[in-house]
């Protein structure tokens, strides 16, 4: 099962604005992970946050995250054509057997027009 | 040094025939996970290796898929008598796998199957 949600779905802006993406998931996380996926192939790992963090900066990126509320955004400031993408929360559980699985949601699709 | 490598990176098979997909992972990690996303989703773990450890294969759609993984290197997957569902991407992923879950996973550039 899918466990992060993320919105919108697709996200079209003008190139040197911000992109803000959120996530949402259901259960209690050892921590969250954003990736960044071109033209439906392979994942690269953009950034992981701790359940114990609130916000991590790498960039142009800025994550947070919100335990209470179980859900995190993803903000790319000064967006570039080279951002477009597809971009996947991925959460890790707390504990059980299964706390080494990523659990991905469906992805929001940016374009970002020159 | 280099990344996680898969082959082929485009398998088009008949209905019925069965399809074994090849991972390298990246050397010196000890975790391995096999993932597949169908058109316009996400991820969905299938399998996840950890040295010697037995495999976690609670992923796995089917008792067609199987995958096997010698040592702490290569690993492959196999689709017995495909189906047309399981058109999708096909991902290997390794990871050095830190304590508590906090590792990052190398994603490598995934096989797309076609079934026809």
């Known amino acids: 099962s899918q466990q992060g949600e993320e919105d919108p779905q697709a996200l079209s802006i003008q190139e040197g604005e911000n992109a803000t993406m959120n996530c949402s998931y259901k259960?209690?996380?050892?921590?969250l992970q954003w990736y960044r996926q071109n033209s439906g192939r392979g994942l690269v790992h953009l950034i992981l946050?701790?359940?114990?963090?609130r916000e991590k900066h790498s960039g142009r990126l800025r994550v947070t995250l919100d335990t209470s509320k179980k859900s995190s955004s993803l903000l790319i400031t000064a967006s570039r054509a080279a951002d477009t993408a597809s971009y996947f929360c991925?959460?890790?559980?707390?504990?059980?057997?299964?706390?080494?699985?990523?659990?991905f949601g469906k992805g929001t699709k940016l374009s970002v027009i020159p | 040094g280099a990344g996680v490598s898969q082959s082929p990176s485009n398998k088009v098979t008949e209905k019925g025939k069965d399809v074994e997909l090849r991972c390298d992972p990246i050397?010196?990690?000890?975790?391995l996970y096999w993932y597949r996303q169908r058109l316009g989703q996400g991820l969905e773990f299938l399998i996840y290796?950890?040295?010697?450890?037995?495999?976690?294969k609670s992923g796995l759609p089917s008792d067609r898929f199987s995958a096997e993984r010698t040592g702490e290197s290569v690993s492959t997957l196999t689709i017995q008598r495909t189906q047309q569902e399981d058109s999708a991407v096909y991902l290997c992923?390794?990871?050095?796998?830190?304590?508590?879950?906090?590792?990052?996973?190398?994603f490598g550039p995934g096989t797309r199957l076609t079934v026809l």
């Open positions: 992923a390794s990871s050095s796998r830190l304590a508590g879950g906090a590792d990052t996973q190398y």
């Open positions: 050397s010196g990690h000890t975790a």
């Open positions: 946050i701790r359940s114990n963090e």
């Open positions: 290796f950890q040295g010697n450890s037995a495999p976690d």
């Open positions: 991925a959460t890790v559980p707390n504990s059980g057997a299964g706390s080494y699985q990523l659990t």
């Open positions: 259960t209690s996380i050892n921590n």
